[in-house]
T-cell receptor
Framework: DGGITQSPKYLFRKEGQNVTLSCEQN?????MYWYRQDPGQGLRLIYY???????QKGDIAEGYSVSREKKESFPLTVTSAQKNPTAFYLC?????????????FGPGTRLLVL | DQQVKQNSPSLSVQEGRISILNCDYT??????FLWYKKYPAEGPTFLIS?????DKNEDGRFTVFLNKSAKHLSLHIVPSQPGDSAVYFC?????????????FGQGTILTVHP
């Protein structure tokens, strides 16, 4: 049963704290993405990775960091430098960066600031 | 710079009628377009796509039309059903090294009344 899993479903962050959102896929996809969704706005790209050990900044990368040590995993860290972290975070994957493939999304993680 | 725009934040239709969701884009380099459907607190799911070499693509009740000269695409749902009530995002991509990267519109909330 292939798919993308994200954990946790809800995450609470205290001031000055870094938190890490998990994203795992068993679709054997090369490319993985992190998006942020805010009310009334579309999905905005934070970071993306086309291959293991390589990743690129998206449109709103400031205050975030990622790693891609394994093909299946693409964790996102929301650092204390991100001043407005409250949002719904979505992870996605696609076969690779070259084919005209769709992106498959995980169920999302809602991050709230205490 | 919003390269993909969905100018209608919401749309309300009666069950059995046609739903028409619109999307405009500004970047003429976009050559592949997708529609995603999203329920609250879930990840988006792929609905239908269209390549710029076509002007229409159909899949069951869903049809996407592309007007390249007007840089406009639309999603038609016929007949609309209450289960279609969700947020609909259009997305676009362009060829090249960032092919897998999608640019999303802001979304349109569709409500189908029984």
């Amino acid at each position: 049963d292939g798919g993308i899993t994200q954990s946790p479903k809800y995450l609470f962050r205290k001031e000055g704290q870094n938190v890490t959102l998990s994203c795992e896929q068993n679709l054997n996809h090369d490319a993985m993405y992190w998006y942020r969704q805010d009310p009334g706005q579309g999905l905005r790209l934070i970071y993306y990775s086309q291959i293991v050990n390589d990743f690129q900044k998206g449109d709103i990368a400031e205050g975030y960091s990622v790693s891609r040590e394994k093909k299946e995993s693409f964790p996102l860290t929301v650092t204390s430098a991100q001043k407005n972290p409250t949002a719904f975070y979505l992870c996605a994957s696609s076969i690779d960066r070259l084919t005209k493939g769709t992106q498959y999304f995980g169920p999302g993680t809602r991050l709230l600031v205490l | 710079d919003q390269q993909v725009k969905q100018n209608s934040p919401s749309l309300s239709v009666q069950e059995g009628r046609i739903s028409i969701l619109n999307c405009d884009y500004t970047n003429s380099m976009f050559d592949y377009f997708l529609w995603y459907k999203k329920y609250p607190a879930e990840g988006p799911t792929f609905l239908i796509s269209i390549s710029s070499i076509k002007d229409k693509n159909e899949d069951g009740r869903f049809t996407v039309f592309l007007n390249k000269s007007a840089k406009h695409l639309s999603l038609h749902i016929v007949p609309s059903q209450p289960g279609d009530s969700a947020v609909y995002f259009c997305a676009a991509s362009r060829p090249g090294t960032s092919y897998g990267k999608l640019t999303f519109g802001q979304g349109t909330i569709l409500t189908v009344h029984p």
